[in-house]
């Protein structure tokens, strides 16, 4: 692409970042979507029954449905990463990790969550390579083998109840005296006669030849090793936000997350954030969307507002 210039650049297409660009093209703002991949946690989900409209949907279908959605007003999408957002006379620079440069008026931050990581020895290591972030994505690869699972939320009590009825044994990790999650799940898997919990312990390393093979891990308590032959580690200890491309423009708050108002706006002119990278609460598709399209709407509210610049580029087509 050479055109470099643009009303809006949305950064992230999840539900989010979509829906906003749905919604810039039908106000007709030249608009560009920058991402590293399409769709976010949305892909992580088999199953999806909250989301109006659809009584039952795969995640990876419901990205195709925002895709097709958007693509049906043409929205350009570049995939890259970006590694540096700076604003100077009412311009924000949106720089790519592939040397791209991108200017535009106004910017929503669209960028999501990630998995937090562990930080132990292999686990970088070993990250596609036995070790995973998303049980709904992977599980299936790892039937018929011993697995673990770090983190007792949740998140790690649904992993565990997809795990144990395909895997043999499944190792429940957590630091804490008891699990978090729903009572209902915790006593589904305690009745699971291959599901180990073993609370008040601590991963410490990760071990293999190509793939995971084993692992170690510590007793908080009384600091005893185990090592357990295990060929799947999946790390279920929550998210983090995608913010810190804006850390410098946006004051966030003690999660990492980007404090908007109940317009989407950051507090910077021309800068809006929407989905689960702000502080609102619920992280829900549906709320995600929402939020997108509140971004989206107040963007154009705010770029309707601003002189026009004669050299600024052709138009993208929506």
């Known amino acids: 692409m050479d055109k470099t ?48 409209g659809y009584i039952f949907i795969s995640g990876t279908d419901l990205v195709f449905k925002f895709e097709e959605h958007l693509t049906r007003f043409g929205v350009p999408f570049i995939f890259t990463k970006i590694v540096k957002l700076t604003r100077s006379e009412d311009i924000f620079t949106i720089e790519a990790d592939d040397g791209r440069v991108f200017n535009a008026r106004a910017v929503i931050i669209a960028t999501g969550k990630s998995p937090r990581m562990l930080d132990v020895p292999g686990e970088r290591e070993y990250t596609g390579k036995g070790v995973t972030y998303c049980a709904t994505c992977d599980a299936p690869l790892f039937e018929g083998m011993d697995v673990a699972i770090v983190g007792g939320g ?27 999650g729903d009572e209902i799940v915790q006593q589904q898997i305690r009745e699971a006669s291959n599901v180990e919990m073993l609370l008040r312990t601590e991963i410490t390393e990760i071990h293999g030849n190509g793939f995971v093979d084993s692992i170690n891990v510590r007793n908080i308590d009384t600091g005893e090793m185990r090592k357990l032959d295990v060929k799947g580690v999946f790390v279920e200890v929550g998210l983090v936000p995608n913010s810190k491309i804006v850390k410098d423009l946006v004051r966030l708050n003690q ?27 619920e992280k829900q598709i549906v709320v995600a969307a929402g939020d997108g399209a509140k971004a989206a709407l107040g963007a154009y509210s705010y770029l309707i507002r601003l002189p026009a610049y004669k050299d600024w580029g052709k138009k993208a087509k929506c």
């Open 255 to 281: 999660y990492g997350e980007i404090p908007v108002d109940c317009a989407a706006r950051t507090g910077v002119p021309g800068l809006y954030a929407a989905g689960d990278v702000t502080n609102v609460p």
């Open 5 to 52: 210039n643009f009303d809006l650049v949305i950064l992230g297409a999840g539900p989010a970042g979509m829906a906003a660009g749905i919604y810039a093209c039908r106000k007709q703002i030249d608009t560009l979507i920058i991402s590293e991949n399409v769709g976010g946690q949305m892909t992580w989900s088999s199953g999806i029954e909250n989301y109006p």
């Open 154 to 180: 949740n998140s790690g009590l649904d992993a565990a109840i997809q795990l144990m009825r395909i895997c043999p044994k499944v190792y429940l990790i957590e630091r804490l005296d008891k699990p978090g």
